[in-house]
Structures are given as structure tokens and as C-alpha cells.
């Protein structure tokens, strides 16, 4: 008899996502599929990410906030996201800051009823320390996937990046003999060949709290990367429960705005009705560019003579008139907040130019768009490395000196959106899209691991 017959109590499983877009986003997915497999859902949170999570989520959810630390240095009062901090380099600190909510965690928790499981961000270390006090089992979630957890993880504990003076000199990974890394494809300050410092500490302790908690989820999906997966589940600690793409799980109230058509979708349904495809553009909600960079960016776009959607942050550099008055006929760009996977599902979205933040990846994937890779910090690099090497569902941009330049990207964009390798990867995308459709399917891998799951914490209890 199934633990979740009607005999038994519905789990109760609580979600903590970090403050930032990138993290909130998948576990707002899984907390509707979580109800789907007929669980109970609280999920923490504070004040000012409240209405963002409210606009999106089940109202059968419950939702609670915890006040946001005040005078943290550096952090200006009322921003309670990453993607709003004056910098990003204010990370660690903002990050670190989390640790004060744990008392007032601790209060709410003991009143809430009985608790089966947390679902924890990795950048919530502490939620650990409250998770064992209260003997409730924790699952930690870092947003990667398995094929970029494993690399960093392996780098890391064979200290393989202090091997050679120089970054471009590749390493070849002995488990995995196929894939070269080079020090290059590790943001700072792991690509130094000896790492250290705040942001080297905070990853440390992060890489300790998965190791002891009851398991670690992974947004993505066996049949993506059936070698990775295994290799964590046979080599490292904790097991390795693979649930995604969480992305394909609908979210019930995104389905209004079909019926509300911002301005950016009736543009896409024009260049549909003209016949020309769209490069979609957006680096994610982090990211911050150069202004260098931003103006190679621009000139490849217009240079490729390609139509595209360039989605800036509201805090990226101006464009400038001219070049929107001049690349008006084929280009738009906006600078809100979009439902990126609305346009990615746009039938005349034919490529994306990427920074390969993981659920944009996963989103490009079941959208059967192909990504033409161009990494900016975090573990974009191995990201793109995968989209491209492991997956091909992708071409990568080259860059010198850091930079990518704009005859570089105007070529590869012409290759993505008209050449022949661009179609080898739009028919890759589409058999993979398939899988990660079939994955989530009742029966499928990833609803199997998912059930499995949830009656093994039930039983745990
Ligand atoms: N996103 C969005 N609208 C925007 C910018 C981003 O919906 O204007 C979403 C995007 O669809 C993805 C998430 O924000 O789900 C960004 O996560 P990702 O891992 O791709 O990149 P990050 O922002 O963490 O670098």
C-alpha cells in the first residue's frame, strides 16, 4: 500500500529559496508539483519578495515571511534580492546576512505542523543547524546542473586548477577524460591557483552543508546526463534526486497573461506573420556588463542583420537612440522584467543568445530553442561547455581578452539563426525537449524520482 494512501497524513514539506530570481523561480515549480503529488506546502520567504512569489504561485501554498536584515553594510534598506543589489559583488555579504534570519526561522518553524521536510538553497547554510534541531530531514538545492556540480566538485577537491601557471592550459578530467577544462572556464576567485577569500569561504561551507544533508535536488533530468548523475550518486555525498525540468511544470497563474499581450509578444506575432525568425537576447537577472562588452554585443546584432529581442537589465548601460532608432525595422529592446519562457515558447523564437544561467538553459531546452553560449560569470562557463560539448544543443561565442567581439558574434549568430550547424542544433533541441517532456510524464524518470522520494522522507519520519 502506497505511505500516501488516505490512511496516512499528507506530507508537509517546506521551501526556503534564496533571494534571487534564478532561485525562487524553479522552487516556486516545484512547490506546484509538490502539491501535484499531494503534499502540503509552506514556503519562507521575506517582505519584499512576497508579491513577486504571490503573483506567481498556487494560492494553496502558504506563504511566510521573515523580516530581511537591517544595516547590513552595503545593502541599502528595502532590497531583499540579489538581482537588485547596487552590485553583485555585494553577494557574500547579502548572502551572509541570511544567517540573522535564523532565529525567527526557528520561531515559525516549531508552530507550524508536523514538518516532513525542508527544501533548502544551498546559499541558506544555515538552515542545516535549524533543520537538525528539530530532527526534520533537509534536501539542499544549488540550481546547477549535475554535469557542473560534479566538474566544480572534482576541480575542487583534486585541486586540479593549481596544476599549471597558466589559465588557458587545459586539464583533462581523469574521470571523465573527454572533458578539458582550463582555469578560464572558472569565475573568480576559482580560477586562481589558489583560491581563497570571502566569496572561497561561503562555497566552502556551502559544499559542507550538502554534503550532510539527507539529499541534494537537482533541477534537470536523468536521460539529460545519465553519467554525471550516477558518478554523484556513486562517488559523492548526498544522493542525488533528479526532478526537473522543473520549468515544464505550469505555474496557474502565468495562464492569464495569454490573454493580455504585452507589447514585446504582438511584435514577435508580427515578425511571425512576416515570416522572420527572432534571436532572443538576455543575459539573465544578474549578470552586469561592461560597457565595452555591451556595445560589441550591439554591433554584432545589428551587423548580422538577423531579427532579435534584447531583454537589458533596467541597471545595464544605455544602448543609445541611435543605434534603437537604426535597428528599430529588425530589433526590439526591452528593459523590464519579461516571461522569458513565454517568448522562449514564441514559435518564431529561433535561437537565444544566452549567458547560460541553468534555468535559462533548461527553458531554451524545452522551448526547442537552440542557444548560442555566451557565458559571463558563476558556473556559466561549464554550463556552456555542456550546452555545447555534452548536449550540443548549441554553438558557443568566442571571446578575446574577455570580450566578445562584434564580428565574432555577428558570424556566430548568422551561423545559429541560418547555417547549417545552427540546424544541427535545432534538431538536437528538439530530441531533447522530447525526453525532458517524457522525464516529467507520469512513469517518467523524473516524476518517479519525485514520488520515490516523497514516500521515502514520509517513511523517514
Ligand atoms: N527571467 C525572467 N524575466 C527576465 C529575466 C529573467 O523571467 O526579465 C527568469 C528566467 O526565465 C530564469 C531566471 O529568471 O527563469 C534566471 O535564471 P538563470 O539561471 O537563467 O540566470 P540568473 O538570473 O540566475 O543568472
Redesign the pocket.
Known amino acids: 500500500m502506497s505511505l500516501l494512501s488516505s490512511h496516512n497524513p499528507k506530507p508537509h514539506v517546506v521551501l526556503f529559496p534564496f533571494m534571487?530570481?534564478?532561485?525562487i523561480?524553479?522552487l516556486l515549480h516545484l512547490a506546484r508539483l509538490l502539491l501535484d503529488h499531494r503534499a502540503t506546502v509552506t514556503l519562507f520567504t521575506t517582505p519584499a519578495n512576497r508579491p513577486y512569489i504571490q503573483s506567481l504561485s498556487d494560492d494553496d501554498i502558504t506563504i511566510m515571511d521573515l523580516p530581511f536584515p537591517g544595516n547590513i553594510p552595503g545593502i541599502p534598506p528595502g532590497i531583499e534580492s540579489t538581482?537588485k543589489l547596487p552590485s553583485i559583488s555585494l553577494f557574500v555579504s547579502f548572502a551572509r546576512a541570511t544567517k540573522l534570519m535564523q532565529p525567527n526561522f526557528e520561531n515559525v518553524l516549531q508552530t507550524l505542523p508536523h514538518v516532513t521536510c525542508i527544501i533548502s538553497d544551498q546559499f541558506l547554510c544555515w538552515t542545516l543547524e535549524s533543520a537538525t534541531k528539530f530532527g526534520i530531514p533537509l534536501l539542499g538545492f544549488n540550481?546547477m546542473s549535475a554535469y557542473s556540480s560534479v566538474i566544480c566538485r572534482y576541480v575542487a577537491v583534486n585541486r586540479l586548477l593549481s596544476l599549471h601557471e597558466s589559465p588557458d592550459e587545459p586539464i583533462t578530467l581523469p574521470i571523465f577524460p573527454w572533458i578539458k577544462v582550463t582555469r578560464n572556464y572558472f569565475a573568480y576567485p576559482f580560477n586562481e591557483r589558489n583560491p581563497s577569500g570571502p566569496l572561497f569561504d561561503f562555497i566552502m561551507e556551502m559544499d559542507i552543508f550538502l554534503s550532510n544533508s539527507y539529499g541534494l535536488l537537482v533541477n534537470s533530468f536523468y536521460e539529460l546526463e545519465p553519467r554525471f548523475v550516477d558518478y554523484l550518486n556513486r562517488e559523492s555525498k548526498p544522493k542525488a534526486f533528479c526532478v526537473g525540468p522543473l520549468?515544464l511544470t505550469r505555474l496557474p497563474k502565468m495562464e492569464p497573461v495569454l490573454h493580455n499581450k504585452c507589447r514585446w509578444i504582438q511584435w514577435l506575432d508580427q515578425k511571425l506573420a512576416q515570416g522572420n525568425p527572432v534571436l532572443y537576447v538576455?543575459?539573465?537577472?544578474?549578470?552586469e556588463i561592461s560597457s565595452t562588452q555591451l556595445t560589441e554585443i550591439a554591433g554584432g546584432l545589428e551587423e548580422s542583420k538577423v531579427s532579435f529581442l534584447w531583454?537589458v537589465?533596467k541597471s545595464g548601460l544605455e544602448l543609445g537612440e541611435e543605434f534603437e532608432d537604426r535597428i528599430k525595422e529588425r530589433g526590439m529592446i526591452?528593459k523590464?522584467?519579461?516571461?522569458?519562457?513565454r517568448i522562449?515558447e514564441h514559435e518564431i523564437v529561433q535561437g537565444f543568445l544566452?549567458?547560460?544561467?541553468?534555468?535559462?538553459?533548461l527553458?531554451s531546452i524545452c522551448s526547442e530553442v537552440p542557444i548560442l553560449a555566451c557565458p559571463?560569470?558563476?558556473e556559466?562557463y561549464i554550463n556552456a561547455k555542456m550546452v555545447v560539448e555534452e548536449i550540443k544543443i548549441g554553438l558557443r561565442v568566442e571571446s578575446r581578452n574577455g570580450i566578445v567581439e562584434a564580428e565574432s558574434l555577428k558570424n556566430k549568430v548568422k551561423e545559429l539563426m541560418e547555417g547549417e550547424n545552427g540546424n544541427e542544433v535545432r534538431k538536437k533541441v528538439k530530441e531533447v525537449a522530447e525526453a525532458a517532456r517524457n522525464s516529467i510524464k507520469d512513469g517518467g524518470s523524473s516524476f518517479r524520482t519525485l514520488s520515490q522520494l516523497i514516500e521515502e522522507i514520509h517513511l523517514h519520519n
Open positions: 534571487s530570481k534564478g532561485h523561480i524553479p538581482d540550481g520549468c538576455a543575459f539573465g537577472s544578474q549578470a531583454v537589465k526591452v523590464e522584467w519579461v516571461d522569458q519562457k522562449l544566452s549567458h547560460c544561467g541553468w534555468n535559462s538553459v527553458e559571463m560569470m558563476a556559466q
